[in-house]
């Protein structure tokens, strides 16, 4: 089955706290390097950017199970297609918050210099996601490959 690369970008729930972003992270990272998925998936305290790479059918279940995921919400599809390798490595969970490094990184990718991904191409969107991994993963991001 081909490789593909789906990317979506939606609002954290009202009220999501550190230790539902750490489940999260452990459901991430134990599940996607099992299926062999890889990506990253971005936040801050008001929005979700990810990208999943993987086998069709991998990613398709995946994206299924995650836009019924309570802790988000208004899920937005910004690209979905067939790639000819993985950009990334394995899982990753960089944090998006205003500093003034990523501040410069979503001011490359975007019209101002706030993280506003549910507006974004998928284009600007993989580019900033790919940047953001580079400046700032979290530390406990899987390492592994997949
Ligand atoms: C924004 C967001 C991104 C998520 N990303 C993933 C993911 O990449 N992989 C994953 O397995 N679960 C992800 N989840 C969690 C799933 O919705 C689901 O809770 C989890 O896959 C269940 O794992 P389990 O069957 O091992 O308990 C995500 C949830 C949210 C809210």
Same mark, same amino acid.
């Given at each position: @089955?081909?490789?593909?690369?789906? /990317? ?8 999501l ?6 489940? /999260? ?12 998925? %890889? ?9 979700? &950017? ?16 995650? /836009? ?9 599809? &910004? ?5 000819? *390798? *993985? ?11 205003? %500093? ?7 001011? *490359?990718?975007?019209? %101002? ?5 549910? %507006? @974004? ?6 580019g ?6 580079q ?12």
């Amino acid at each position: @089955m081909a490789l593909h690369r789906l /990317i979506y970008a939606s609002y954290v729930a009202p009220g999501l706290n550190a230790a539902e972003i750490d489940e /999260i992270m452990a459901a991430s990272a134990r599940n996607n390097k099992k299926r062999f998925v %890889t990506g990253a998936l971005a936040f801050d305290r008001k929005y979700f &950017l990810q990208c999943l790479e993987g086998e069709h059918q991998a990613i398709n279940d995946l994206y299924n199970v995650v /836009i019924r995921d309570e802790r988000h919400h208004s899920v937005v599809l &910004l690209d979905f297609r067939m790639v000819e *390798r *993985r950009a990334f490595n394995s899982w990753m969970m960089p944090y998006a918050g205003s %500093t003034e490094a990523n501040s410069r990184i979503f001011f *490359r990718y975007s019209g %101002t210099d706030q993280f506003e991904p549910l %507006t @974004m191409s998928g284009g600007c969107a993989f580019g900033l996601l790919q940047e953001l991994e580079q400046a700032n993963a979290h530390p406990n991001s899987s390492d592994g490959g997949a």
